[in-house]
């Protein structure tokens, strides 16, 4: 059986600073430097995977022929594919135009070709992630177009060997919603397996979201929901006999998940059981690069843990909860989110990223708002001095005595990030935005009651937390300088070590 990777390389554009290897130094990482970045995290970072987005940006096709062309050597000894893992997230055509689907498909197949007449004996792609999977019929439609495919290139051009006509595909679980209801979608997923390749799946690598589904749900939900998915998982592969690995997509900031270098083993034992963790850009370029080096050894080489098992009635209680807060963060959102647009509309780009309009969008929705992608919407809070940890916050003064007994259970980290993302909080931003809009004062209460709850005060502590404090302050000052807001984001971006 292939080794697992544990840690998987992303292009999440969160990074505040430029990469260490850049040399222009300005942060933002060109299509062109991204095959130099995959093999940076391979070689010089240890990183294992290294996850290709077909998602929603401009990709360069070419991908294995440079890596190839420009570093045979590091292959020869790291085998793409055994060694070093490279794993495409691909478009979901049911979200998004599907002109990029069939030009991933078709690398894959000419990247086997490639591979084998360089005398590699394993194909460098062999796995996919389907982004947003909602039903099991998506992922077997992907795995049909691409043994048709496979097909159809070995039937035109019959003097290259047959490919393999097999693609391992990774479902990507994003909301809450679908990812509690997961193991519905596996158990369809294996029957039409069986019936369409005769034969069952022996492993299975299953991706968990945590950044979308937070600032589409919140962050409480989100943790909870990855809790029920992970029992589940486990519970299935004892009941099928399959193995299933977990990945988890995970930022810096604790609403977009919280693992960084420095908070690494807090993770670990927060989610026991994960086979593969994101190592995102902000994660690889924002800290000192020793430190980053030294969590991803730590990680690589930990012992295995398993997933906690939830009960029946566990479960049932959990999602009463994810109810509770999912709709008061909603209700919080809804009043406050038109007053983000200028924070929005400024923020920093790094990645040639398609734009969410036009014939190229697929931008995630609640109600009538057309939310910005997740980095660009937790960085603006947070470069606004009110970290979105605290929308929907209320939740908490719903909750029975027993509620919290079995919350403390299952989120065992809630204090320590709700803590960390108070180290952010301008409260003076919340008496000049009150003004125009009261429901801003309502978040402020919420926040002091949770102070109560917890016995904490939530307040910059350190030189540079202060100083994220006064530069957020300026930034709401500079609304209609649409330069200096930008300028201040990404201030405030290095500060916290994370642009969003």
């Known amino acids: 059986m292939i080794k697992i990777p ?111 007449d360089l005398k590699f004996h394993y194909p460098p792609l062999f796995e996919v992630i389907l982004p947003m999977t909602e039903n099991a019929n998506q992922l077997i439609f992907i795995q049909k177009s691409f043994r048709e495919l496979a097909r159809l290139k070995a039937k035109m051009f019959s003097k290259f060997q047959k490919n393999t006509e097999y693609i391992h595909i990774i479902p990507l679980f994003e909301g809450v919603d679908t990812q509690i209801r997961a193991k519905k979608i596996l158990l369809h997923y294996l029957k039409l397996h069986k019936k369409t390749f005769g034969t069952l799946p022996f492993h299975m690598r299953v991706f968990i979201a945590r950044s979308d589904p937070a600032m589409i749900s919140g962050p409480i939900p ?78 690589n080489h930990k012992s295995p843990k398993k997933s906690q098992i939830l009960s029946k009635a566990d479960r049932k209680k959990l999602i009463d909860i994810i109810a509770i807060f999912e709709k008061e963060y909603k209700s919080v959102l809804n009043k406050i989110f038109s007053d983000l647009k200028f924070v929005f509309d400024a923020f920093p780009r790094r990645r040639e990223r398609h734009l969410h309009i036009g014939l190229l969008s697929y931008g995630r929705k609640i109600n009538k708002m057309v939310m910005p992608r997740a980095i660009t919407f937790t960085g603006s809070f947070y470069s606004l001095g009110i970290p979105p940890e605290f929308l929907g916050i209320g939740g908490f003064a719903k909750l029975q005595p027993d ?82 807001v930008h300028k201040l984001i990404e201030q405030t971006g290095i500060l916290r070590k994370s642009l969003g």
Request: charged residues 30%.
């Open 6 to 116: 544990k840690t998987m390389a992303t292009q999440h554009p969160d990074n505040a600073r430029a990469p260490y290897w850049e040399k222009d130094g300005n942060g933002f990482v060109s299509s062109s430097e991204e095959t130099a970045e995959c093999v940076d995290a391979f070689r010089d970072l240890g990183i294992e995977e290294f996850m290709w987005d077909w998602e929603g940006k401009f990709t360069d096709e070419a991908v294995i022929d440079r890596l190839f062309h420009h570093y045979l050597d590091y292959f020869k000894k790291n085998p793409l594919g055994l060694k070093k893992r490279l794993t495409f997230r691909i478009p979901n055509i049911w979200q998004e135009h599907g002109y990029s689907l069939i030009r991933a498909l078709m690398v894959i197949l000419t990247s086997e070709d490639f591979a084998r």
């Open 222 to 299: 989100t943790v909870l929901a990855n809790k029920i998915i992970l029992s589940d998982l486990r519970e299935l592969g004892e009941e099928t006999g399959i193995s299933f690995s977990s990945i988890i997509g995970a930022g810096s900031l604790p609403f977009r998940g919280g693992l960084s270098p420095l908070s690494i083993k807090e993770f670990d034992l927060e989610y026991p059981g994960l086979s593969t963790i994101t190592i995102q850009s902000a994660f690889r370029y924002d800290y000192p690069i020793s430190k980053v080096r030294q969590a991803i050894e730590f990680y």
């Open 403 to 484: 509620d919290f007994i079995l919350f403390n259970r299952y989120y065992r980290n809630y204090r320590k990030n709700l803590t960390q993302a108070g180290r952010f909080l301008n409260w003076r931003n919340f008496k000049k935005l009150s003004q125009k809009n009261k429901n801003w004062g309502k978040i402020e209460n919420n926040i002091r009651k949770m102070e109560n709850i917890l016995k904490i005060k939530f307040k910059p502590r350190s030189k540079e937390e202060l100083l994220h404090s006064k530069l957020t302050g300026r930034l709401l000052k500079a609304r209609t300088d649409h330069k200096k």
